[in-house]
């Protein structure tokens, strides 16, 4: 029954929790122990201890003491449960509305606001990126306030989108990035490519050149800045080159 109710999946009934249509809640039964936000809050912290592959309803049904057929009382499958995990860490967008220096301070501020909950919950990566998932109020938001960031630059509305969804793309690319980089992932790297290039440093010339010089050397740079800049100088070259009323 789990199983086909999952796979059966109701986008509205998914849509009505994340928007909390009756409160989400139960409607028949006894009184109920536990809310949808209680369940979210047990799926996020089993996804952030332990990867989004570990969670699952009966997981999520024990750390609740109560049955896997119980839960679906509160959520009605493992999909619905992650949207709305989602929705709940990313909560609130930041208030750009204080934030001096336009559009371009006001975005980056916004995207490092997003920087900072995906590193938290480097999940997120999966539960949206696999799927075209509902969207709750905190995820509508937080796009919501790109667009509004993006207003005053004369764009059209397709190309504020696209600024948006690019710099989002930058935020989720670097977190992946974060994810695959070990210390130790990075020193058999070095150790394996110096002896490759060391045979063959004439057939790899520009590559070689750019290791010697330090191209993968160690950094505490900022490492959403080079790649924020150069998102953000490309939309205001774009804002400079278009026509304006």
């Given at each position: 029954?789990?199983?086909?109710?999952?796979?059966?999946?109701?986008?509205?009934?998914?849509?009505?929790?994340?928007?909390?249509?009756?409160?989400?809640?139960?409607?028949?039964?006894?009184?109920?122990?536990?809310?949808?936000?209680?369940?979210?809050?047990?799926?996020?912290?089993?996804a952030d201890s332990e990867g989004l592959e570990a969670l699952s309803m009966q997981r999520v049904a024990e750390t609740l003491g109560l049955?896997?057929?119980?839960?679906?009382?509160?959520?009605?499958?493992?999909?619905?449960?992650?949207?709305?995990?989602?929705?709940?860490?990313?909560?609130?967008?930041?208030?750009?509305?204080h934030v001096p220096g336009g559009w371009r301070s006001r975005l980056e501020t916004w995207a490092?606001?997003?920087?900072?909950?995906?590193?938290?919950?480097?999940?997120?990566?999966?539960?949206?990126?696999?799927?075209?998932?509902?969207?709750?109020?905190?995820?509508?938001?937080w796009l919501d306030t790109a667009l509004a960031a993006l207003e005053p630059t004369g764009l059209s509305a397709r190309r504020r989108h696209d600024?948006?969804?690019?710099?989002?793309?930058?935020?989720?690319?670097?977190?992946?990035e974060a994810l695959d980089t070990t210390e130790e992932g990075n020193e058999e790297?070095?150790?394996?490519?110096?002896?490759?290039?060391?045979?063959?440093?004439?057939?790899?010339?520009?590559?070689?050149?750019?290791i010697a010089e330090g191209a993968f050397s160690p950094t505490d740079e900022d490492p959403l800045a080079f790649g924020l800049t150069c998102v953000l100088d490309g939309i205001q070259g774009l804002v400079d080159s278009s026509p304006h009323p």
């Amino acid at each position: 029954m789990p199983a086909n109710k999952e796979s059966n999946r109701d986008p509205g009934t998914s849509l009505a929790l994340l928007w909390d249509v009756g409160n989400g809640r139960p409607r028949r039964g006894p009184k109920p122990k536990f809310t949808p936000a209680d369940v979210a809050r047990r799926g996020i912290d089993i996804a952030d201890s332990e990867g989004l592959e570990a969670l699952s309803m009966q997981r999520v049904a024990e750390t609740l003491g109560l049955t896997t057929m119980a839960l679906y009382r509160y959520v009605p499958g493992k999909p619905d449960l992650i949207d709305l995990m989602v929705d709940t860490v990313l909560s609130d967008p930041p208030d750009l509305a204080h934030v001096p220096g336009g559009w371009r301070s006001r975005l980056e501020t916004w995207a490092r606001a997003c920087w900072n909950v995906y590193r938290a919950h480097p999940w997120i990566l999966t539960a949206t990126g696999l799927r075209r998932q509902a969207m709750g109020p905190h995820q509508v938001a937080w796009l919501d306030t790109a667009l509004a960031a993006l207003e005053p630059t004369g764009l059209s509305a397709r190309r504020r989108h696209d600024a948006a969804i690019l710099v989002l793309s930058l935020v989720r690319n670097l977190t992946q990035e974060a994810l695959d980089t070990t210390e130790e992932g990075n020193e058999e790297w070095d150790r394996l490519t110096t002896h490759q290039l060391t045979r063959h440093a004439d057939r790899f010339p520009a590559l070689t050149r750019a290791i010697a010089e330090g191209a993968f050397s160690p950094t505490d740079e900022d490492p959403l800045a080079f790649g924020l800049t150069c998102v953000l100088d490309g939309i205001q070259g774009l804002v400079d080159s278009s026509p304006h009323p």
